[in-house]
C-alpha cells in the first residue's frame, strides 16, 4: 500500500511539474548555399532545446497535422507574422525558428525565440562558425545554450568558430592525423666532460671545438590521440649537429609528449641516438692517452670516453623537451627548449622551426 501511494505521488509531482513548464514548438529551419537538410536542421534544434527539460515541446508530428489544418507549411513559415500565426494554431507559450546561411568558409547560425503572449522576440542569436557540417550537432547545440542562458566549453566554441584556433579531433574530423612536420634548427650547449673534451686540441683527443653546436634537420609529427584539450602524437627528429664548426655528428631522436589544443603548450620524453668517435683510454700525468698504446702497464683503469682519435660509435642518451607554438593563420612557429641529463655532463638546446597545415 505504502509503494502505491509513494508511485501516485511520484506521478501527481511529475505530472504538476509537467503541467508548468511553458509550451514551446519549433516550426522551421532555413538553410541558405548550405547542403545541410532543413529537416535534419529543424530535429536538431528540437533534441538540442528539449534536453535542458525548461520547456514543454511539441513534437514534429503534431506539428505537422495542425498546420496542414490550417493550411500552412513548416517548410516556408519563417518570417515574424506566419510564425506568430503557426504559434496561436498550436496553442504554445514559445516558439522557435532558426537560419543556417552559409557565406564563404563560414556557417552563419541564427535561432529566435517568440514570445507569443507578448508577441515579441525574446531572445536572438546569431554566431559565426567554419563550415564543418560533420559538427552542426554540436553548434547548434553551443547556439542553443546561448539561448537557454547555459556557459558553454570556451574551447570548443573557440575551435569551431575561430580559424586561427589550434587543430584538433574537434574543428579537423576530415582525419585522424594532425601533421605539424617542418624544419627544425637551434643550438646544443654541453657542459662538463663533453664541453672539457670538445675543447681539447685534436691531438690530445679533443676536438678544438666550442662546447656550442650549431643543428639542424626535421621534425616527422604523428598524431595518436586528439581529444578535449589534450593531444598525444609522437615525434621523430634526425638531426646534424656540428656542421658549423667543420663537423657532421648525426643524431635521431624519438619522442613521445602531449601538446595543448587551447594554447599550444607540449611536453615530450624519449630516447635520442647518435654517432660519434669514442675511445678507451687511460690517464698517464694528467694526459688521457690511448689504452691500446699501455697495453704493457698494470693497475691503469680503462675509460671508454669521447675522443677524437677513436671510432665511430653508436651512443644514446635521454631528452626531455618542453615548448609552445606561435600561430599566425596557417603558420605555426614551434620554439622548444629540451636537456639531456647524463652521467658525466649536461646539454642544454634550444630550436625553432616553421611549418603548416597540411591534409594528408
Not at 3 to 30: C, E, G, N, W, Y
Not at 32 to 60: A, F, W
Not at 165 to 176: F, G, R, V
Request: include cysteine.
Amino acid at each position: 500500500m505504502k509503494k502505491l501511494i509513494f508511485f501516485a505521488v511520484m506521478v501527481a509531482i511529475s505530472t504538476f511539474v509537467h503541467a508548468q513548464l511553458p509550451r514551446l514548438a519549433v516550426v522551421s529551419f532555413d538553410a541558405t548555399n548550405s547542403e545541410l537538410p532543413t529537416g535534419e536542421l529543424t530535429e536538431l534544434l528540437r533534441i538540442e532545446i528539449s534536453k535542458h527539460g525548461k520547456y514543454e515541446l511539441v513534437d514534429r508530428y503534431e506539428i505537422q497535422e495542425m498546420l496542414k489544418s490550417e493550411e500552412t507549411s513548416a517548410a516556408t513559415c519563417f518570417s515574424k507574422t506566419c510564425l506568430m500565426k503557426a504559434g496561436k494554431t498550436l496553442g504554445v507559450d514559445y516558439l522557435v525558428s532558426g537560419t543556417a546561411d552559409k557565406l564563404g568558409d563560414a556557417l552563419f547560425l541564427r535561432i529566435r525565440l517568440l514570445n507569443l503572449k507578448a508577441g515579441t522576440v525574446d531572445k536572438e542569436i546569431v554566431k559565426e562558425f567554419i563550415n564543418i557540417p560533420e559538427k552542426i550537432n554540436t553548434i547548434i547545440s553551443i547556439v542553443v545554450n546561448d539561448m537557454v542562458g547555459v556557459e558553454n566549453d570556451a574551447v570548443i566554441v573557440n575551435s569551431l568558430s575561430n580559424r586561427d584556433s589550434y587543430e584538433s579531433a574537434i574543428n579537423n574530423p576530415y582525419y585522424q592525423r594532425l601533421n605539424l612536420s617542418g624544419p627544425r634548427m637551434g643550438y646544443v650547449f654541453f657542459s662538463g666532460q663533453t664541453a672539457e673534451i670538445l675543447a681539447r686540441p685534436t691531438n690530445k683527443g679533443g676536438f678544438d671545438a666550442s662546447p656550442a653546436y650549431f643543428q639542424m634537420g626535421y621534425q616527422f609529427e604523428k598524431q595518436y590521440l586528439s581529444e578535449g584539450k589534450w593531444q598525444a602524437l609522437v615525434e621523430f627528429i634526425p638531426l646534424i649537429s656540428g656542421v658549423d664548426q667543420g663537423l657532421f655528428i648525426p643524431s635521431l631522436s624519438i619522442l613521445n609528449g602531449l601538446r595543448s589544443n587551447k594554447n599550444g603548450l607540449e611536453f615530450a620524453i624519449g630516447p635520442s641516438f647518435n654517432i660519434a668517435k669514442r675511445a678507451d683510454v687511460v690517464e698517464v700525468d694528467g694526459e688521457w692517452l690511448l689504452a691500446q698504446n699501455y697495453n704493457n702497464v698494470k693497475g691503469l683503469p680503462v675509460e671508454k670516453r669521447l675522443d677524437s682519435r677513436g671510432k665511430y660509435e653508436l651512443a644514446s642518451n635521454v631528452v626531455i623537451a618542453a615548448g609552445f607554438s606561435l600561430k599566425s593563420g596557417k603558420l605555426n612557429i614551434p620554439i622548444n627548449a629540451y636537456v639531456i641529463p647524463g652521467r658525466d655532463d649536461f646539454r642544454l638546446g634550444i630550436s625553432f622551426g616553421f611549418n603548416t597545415k597540411k591534409s594528408n
